[in-house]
């Protein structure tokens, strides 16, 4: 185990669904990430907050909406989704954020299916 | 542009085989590279760092090879197993602290 739990770990939501996607890291690490991995593309960050603050947001659609309530818990809601967003959202975590030979380490992710 | 590209994409060896993945950046300027590996319906697991500085790492069967004058790496696995079976991603970070992620070799270790 990494330290990085990620629940569900498969979900499969209706377009007009809304749902959230969890995570929680028991590392005591200060960064938190959402990555998205689809089928034969690299990882790409999403989301990236460092000490519960959002300090990166790479241009993702306003129907993925992040939260970090605090530094061990981080939430991806999502509402209103298209079938191209299917794919495995993964959260890591690392000491801080994206520094020189920081490891991030990764949750087993939540296979998202949009119907 | 910041670019990972990995060859090959996919390989199949026999248990006990070696084998070699090899990933070529552009990315600049140039802090350091990583080799992760992804099991499949898992997240990736760092296998080893390496700085500007380090053209040699190893971590078990695995032994991570850097030359930053032509900016090719390459992850060798010795006497392969089973287990071996997953996708080996390459990820190299800039001073700005950027990752840059590969598109993975898929490596299928047969009995």
């Known amino acids: 185990e990494t330290g990085v739990t990620q629940t569900p770990r498969h979900l499969v939501m209706g377009m007009t669904n809304k749902k959230s996607l969890k995570c929680e890291q028991h590392?005591?690490?200060?960064?938190m990430y959402w990555y998205k991995q689809s089928a034969k593309k690299p990882l790409e960050l999403m989301f990236v907050?460092?000490?519960?603050?959002?300090?990166e947001n790479n241009s993702v659609p306003s129907r993925f909406s992040p939260e970090c309530p605090n530094s061990s818990h981080l939430f991806l809601h999502l509402h209103t989704l298209q079938p191209e967003d299917s794919a495995l959202y993964l959260c890591?975590?690392?000491?801080?954020?994206?520094?020189?030979?920081?490891?991030?380490?990764f949750g087993s992710g939540t296979q998202l299916s949009v119907l | 542009k910041n670019q990972v590209e990995q060859s090959p994409q996919s390989l199949i060896i026999l248990e006990g085989k070696n084998c070699t993945l090899q990933?070529?950046?552009?990315?600049?300027?140039?802090?350091?590279l990583r080799w992760y590996k992804q099991d499949t319906g898992r997240g990736p697991v760092s296998l080893t760092i390496?700085?500007?500085?380090?053209n040699t790492k190893s971590n078990g069967r695995y032994t991570a090879t850097l030359d930053a004058d032509t900016k090719q790496s390459s992850l060798h696995i010795t006497a392969s197993q089973l287990s071996d079976s997953a996708s080996y991603i390459c990820?190299?970070?800039?001073?700005?602290?950027?990752?840059?992620f590969g598109g993975g070799t898929r490596l299928m270790v047969k009995p």
């Open positions: 890591a975590s690392s000491r801080n954020r994206h520094s020189t030979n920081e490891k991030l380490f």
């Open positions: 590392l005591g690490h200060n960064a």
């Open positions: 907050y460092s000490l519960e603050e959002r300090v």
């Open positions: 990933c070529n950046y552009t990315v600049s300027p140039f802090s350091n």
């Open positions: 390496m700085t500007f500085s380090e």
């Open positions: 990820v190299t970070n800039n001073a700005g602290n950027m990752l840059t």
